[in-house]
């Protein structure tokens, strides 16, 4: 007989799994080798002692409020939704907070972050083997790890990987939703009837993070809807696992929906946006596809450059290819939705990061 999957009311999704790390039963677990068992026993062990720990939790505010500098701002765009008519649009501006990301080859592709980061301190081991994205900066994370875990631990920037990790990430970017309810009540005396909450998902941290305080509301009040990246228009290769209906395969210690080839090897992905640019997806994402209780689309290239045209057109934001995903959603449903629907669309990156990409398809745009 085949359990049908549910949501647990009152309990973290990011809690919600069995003894053997699987959301659903399904999705998530720990496929590790033999060497990696003890660290991260060791870290499991550890997150469970601090996430409740009151002088960790002060020392973690501390640095959200004085480091990354939240809460971020949540801005109605007026103009856009004027021109759009139907449904109000707003945007949590998450590009507000410090910090930065890259990916390998991407080091071309998102040369002022990688300055940002060395900036900061840190040193950028660029990737040569595979495709030089995403999918090989974690491989290599993960070798270099197996191979050094007595003195070098790994950390993941997205909720993908062995149950721990995912964990990890998912707790702190929650922070995004607990401010959002915050201000939420702050704008409207309540929790509004009708919001659609759209994130882009590449491994799925910022729509994690961003839903992760709405997910026990109904879904006729609150939506969530995930938009993944279609790829170039005119090509069969995306990173769209969930919503390109991808079988589970098993990815950097983890099983969730993943983009692979009939004998199961792992496809090529294409994307204009680095950060989408993933064949797997967090397991968390799964299992809120297969419970019904978030809805994934995706928009291609083309879209999601005309959505960064139009808002940056209509307003002082100036969403990074990644978010602009998201926006393509919005702009698409919000004609058709009354005045009284609230879209809020993370706005989850500056394109300031993407700047040699757009003026390459845009022109002088």
Known sequence: MKLKMKLKKGVPLIDQHDQQGFWGGKFGGSFIPETLKKPVE?????????????????????YFKNYIGSPTSLVKLENLSNHLGGAQIWAKVVSEANGGAHKTKDIKRQKPNCDAMRKNGAEIVPVYSGSQTLVDAVSECMRYWVSNCDNTHMCVGSTVGPNIFVKICGWSTAQISRELRTQLKEEFKKIP??????????GGSSAYGFWSEFIDFDKKQIELIGVEAGGPKKSKLHAAPLSRNAKVGILHGAASYVCQNNEGQINDTESISAGLDYPGVSPIHCFLKDTKRARYTYATDEDA??????????????PSLEPSHAFAEAIKIAPKLSKDTIIIVN???????????????????
């Open 305 to 318: 450059l005309n959505a960064h045209v139009m808002v940056t057109k209509f307003e002082k934001l100036n």
């Open 42 to 62: 060791d870290l499991t062990k550890e997150f469970k002692k601090l996430r409740n720990n009151k002088a960790f939790l002060k020392k973690r505010d501390y």
């Open 193 to 202: 009837n009708k919001i659609k909450l759209i994130n882009c998902v590449g």
């Open 347 to 365: 706005s989850c990156g500056d394109a300031k990061k993407d700047r040699d990409i757009l003026r390459e398809r845009l022109g002088k745009h």
